[in-house]
C-alpha cells in the first residue's frame, strides 16, 4: 500500500517568507507526527496530532511554527517569517494507533532551505 | 532531558561478518525501542521494533533489548554492502508521551 507523502520534495525560500509543508499518513493511521532533522542535531520531534488534536507541541521550536490536521488525515506544519536557522529536512510520520508501542512509518522529507 | 546515545562511528566491517550497533537510553521508564535505518538522503526507514527483555530475529537482523542496564543493541550477520548507512537508535519513553527520542546515529561501512 501507499507510504506517507509529503509535498514538496524541496523548498528554497527567501528570510522572512512564510513556508507551508504537507504531510499525508498511511491510510487508516490516527496518529501522525512532525520531526526535523539538521546537520549536527540529529531528528527533533516537534509535533504530534492524534485526529485532529495536538496533545503534544513541546517540540515546535518557536512561536512561528504552527500546525493543523484535518478530516484525520492530511497535516500541514507552517513556518512564518522563515529564517536561516530554520533550514533542515522536516521529516512527518504516521502510526497506527496511539500508544507508546506502535511503530512509526516515515515520510521522503520536505528538504527547506532559507536563503 | 531523555537522552539516547549511539556512538557516531564510522564502523567499518567487511563483507560477510557480523556488525554490531549499541545503544544507551537515559528515561529508565522507556517502554519500546526502535532501530532504523537511514541512506545518505533518504528518511529513516524502520528496520526493528523490540519491547521486552532478550533477543528479537528478523532475518538478518537481531535486536537485543536490556532494560536494567538501559541498553539495546542491533546485530546485522553476513553483512552486505547494502547495508552501509547511518543507523539511528529511537526510544518512546511511553507514559502519555508518544514522541520518539533518536541517537544522532551510527555510520556503518561495510568493506567488500
Known amino acids: 500500500g501507499a507510504g506517507v507523502s509529503q509535498s514538496p520534495s524541496n523548498k528554497v525560500t527567501e528570510k522572512g517568507k512564510d513556508v507551508e509543508l504537507r504531510c499525508d499518513p498511511i491510510?487508516?493511521?490516527?496518529?501522525l507526527y512532525w520531526y526535523r532533522q539538521s546537520l549536527g542535531q540529529g531528528l527533533e520531534f516537534l509535533i504530534y496530532?492524534?485526529?485532529?488534536?495536538?496533545?503534544?507541541k513541546s517540540g515546535l521550536p518557536s512561536d512561528r511554527f504552527s500546525a493543523e490536521r484535518t478530516g484525520g488525515s492530511v497535516s500541514t506544519l507552517t513556518i512564518q517569517r522563515t529564517q536561516q536557522e530554520d533550514s533542515a529536512v522536516y521529516l512527518c510520520?504516521?502510526?497506527?494507533?496511539?500508544?507508546?508501542?506502535?511503530?512509526?512509518?516515515f515520510g521522503p522529507g520536505t528538504r527547506l532551505t532559507v536563503l | 532531558q531523555k537522552e539516547v546515545e549511539q556512538n557516531s562511528g564510522p564502523l567499518s566491517v567487511p563483507e560477510g561478518a557480523i556488525a554490531s550497533l549499541n545503544c544507551t537510553y537515559s528515561?529508565?521508564?522507556?517502554?519500546?525501542f526502535f532501530w532504523y535505518r537511514q541512506y545518505s538522503g533518504k528518511s529513516p526507514e524502520l528496520i526493528m521494533s523490540?519491547?521486552?527483555?532478550g533477543d528479537k530475529e528478523d532475518g538478518r537482523f537481531t535486536a537485543q533489548l536490556n532494560k536494567a542496564s538501559q541498553y539495546v543493541s542491533l546485530l546485522i550477520r553476513d553483512s552486505q554492502p547494502s547495508d552501509s548507512a547511518t543507523y539511528l537508535c529511537?526510544?518512546?519513553?511511553?507514559?502519555?508521551?508518544?514522541?520518539?527520542?533518536f541517537g544522532k546515529g551510527t555510520k556503518l561501512s561495510v568493506i567488500p
Open positions: 510520520a504516521s502510526s497506527l494507533e496511539r500508544n507508546s508501542y506502535n511503530e512509526q512509518f
Open positions: 491510510s487508516g493511521h490516527t496518529a
Open positions: 496530532f492524534q485526529g485532529n488534536s495536538a496533545p503534544d
Open positions: 528515561d529508565r521508564g522507556s517502554q519500546s
Open positions: 523490540i519491547y521486552s527483555n
Open positions: 529511537a526510544v518512546n519513553s511511553g507514559a502519555g508521551s508518544y514522541q520518539l527520542t
